[in-house]
């Protein structure tokens, strides 16, 4: 099991411009995500980050989604 500190830690060391960071809500992950993410978004914003839900994100890539599938694609013939 990793610490929420440990969580914080590796999201820190590994972000990189362009990076997609990813926390579960699962209920097994909800301590890691509620202690780090808060944090996370305070540091990195101090540095310049800035941040995007990922459907605006999708939007300006151009990536597409058909239907509920979850699969990023390039084009809707990839998703169907």
Known sequence: KVSKE????LVLKN?????I?????SVKASEN????LPKMLEILSKKG????KIDIIKEKLG?????????????RKECI
């Open 6 to 9: 440990k969580c914080l830690l």
């Open 49 to 52: 980050y800035s941040f995007n």
């Open 33 to 36: 995500m509620f202690y780090a």
């Open 21 to 25: 960071i990813v926390f579960h809500d």
């Open 63 to 75: 990536f597409f989604c058909a239907g509920d599938n979850p699969l990023i694609c390039r084009n």
């Open 15 to 19: 972000v990189r411009p362009g990076s």
